[in-house]
């Protein structure tokens, strides 16, 4: 089977979020199988670190594409990252779609993913035939119809990996890229719009979202984003399928990233295994100035501090720890001056607290190190399309709380969780998102911690035993895939 990926990230060389790590790991996962041949394209940024590919050569120096009534030149390069065949799409464009600093964040984004989508249709008409051309997200939404309105015989599965993002635009996109106007791209909410996403929806074979719970929420007036409508007409052909982490790279046992290593092969006994990570938690402590106490509980966020992930329930949850006496580490990245001034202000209250830790960043090794130190991870999101810092968590031994709700509610189980048996249980949960429900489980979680210590392990060792890595996720794309091409004989 040949199956082409079209991406605006992946990691580890352009990566600006959770996409980037979907990508390389979904089709790390496919390629190590060795039955399909898996190609993922995206654009050639700039700030590209090619040094991870391999073989990277110009396939193509010359593709012409059509965008805005003339002819684009664009240069295709081919190489490899591992058993993946990499394409990277280079826009000689004059507003230099891609030569910026950043992945996105620009006024004329719509305009530059546009573009891509132009460039690698074209790309595709040049290449073998794919069997399976999967979209992913707004960026590369356009391509459903564009592969559709030409007849092409490859089947396309579209991931939508968070619903908020759509590519919401100006009808004058279409006469850019040569689209027929009768393409229903109409926004539900602003028919003066187009939405981008919506085109997507329409005219792929397959709309999966990277949970089950999330995909039956999109359907409702309240998740649905304005596309519920939408989305509840094709709901025949939308399923939810978990995303998975990376467990090479998230690994206890290896991670570069800790003075320490630990397994789940040293769990039993418990204490040489806790040992280690209250190793790690102490030089936490140590290098962030903190409270040398192993008898405190330590309770870490790892987030993008956006409206997304709760950020007055973070605020209040870390109030409240300080009160019990716990230590709180926040790690947020912030995007808009609201929220930053919201947690400076909170960074100065706590200037002088050795108990609270606030970093106002993106800081990969520090993240890393809050995984493995915490005691509890806390994901109070409003909304998790799948969420992958409850994952990486348990595979680190630290137990997640979280709001009931998307990916969250698929992976976290709490004793009130009815499908699922005590012995299974792995975390705390929260259904609304409110004050009162969140520190009501936080007052559970630091009462198991301190009080039942034995509990507390069980939870560490369900979380531990989970398998989250991309396995099965690959295989039921693969299922997924096989359907599709049966459906089209
Ligand atoms: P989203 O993609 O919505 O941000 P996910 O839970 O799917 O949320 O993925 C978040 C990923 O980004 C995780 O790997 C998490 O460790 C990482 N991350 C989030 N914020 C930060 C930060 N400030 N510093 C380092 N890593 C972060």
Known sequence: MKIIHMTAEMAPFAKAGGLGDVIYGLGNAQAKKKEDLITVVLPKYESLDLSSLTSLRILIHDLMVPFEH???????????????????????????FFQREKIYGYPDDIERFAYFCCAAFEFIK???????VHIHEWQTALLAPFLKTNSFSSKIVFTIHNLSYQGICDPSLLDKINLSPSINLQDDEQPHLLNLLKGAIIYSDIITTVSPTYSQEILSPQ??????????KEQDKIDGILNGIDFDYWNPKKD???????????????PPFLAKKAKIKNHLQKILFMEEEEET???GVITRLVAQKGPELIKEALLYTFEAGGQFLLLGSTFDPFHHEMFYALKRKFAGSRRVHIELSYNESLAHLIYAASDLILIPSIFEPCGLTQ???MRYGTVPLARETGGLKDTIFDLHHSIRPLSKRNGFTFLKPEKEDLLNALNRALETWRSHPQEWHKLIEVGMQTDFSWDRPAAQYKDLYNSLLVSKK
Request: avoid cysteine; glycine fraction near 6%; proline fraction near 9%.
């Open 70 to 96: 003339q002819w684009t030149h664009t240069t295709v390069w081919e190489g490899n990252l591992g058993l993946i065949r990499i394409i990277l799409i280079e826009s000689q464009d004059p507003a230099e």
């Open 126 to 132: 040049t290449d073998t035939p794919p069997d399976i």
């Open 391 to 393: 994952m990486i968590a």
């Open 297 to 299: 509980p330590m309770i």
């Open 256 to 270: 570069t990233y800790l003075p320490f290593h630990y397994s789940l092969d040293n769990l039993i006994p418990f």
């Open 223 to 232: 998740e649905g984003n304005g596309l519920y409508k939408v989305l509840q």
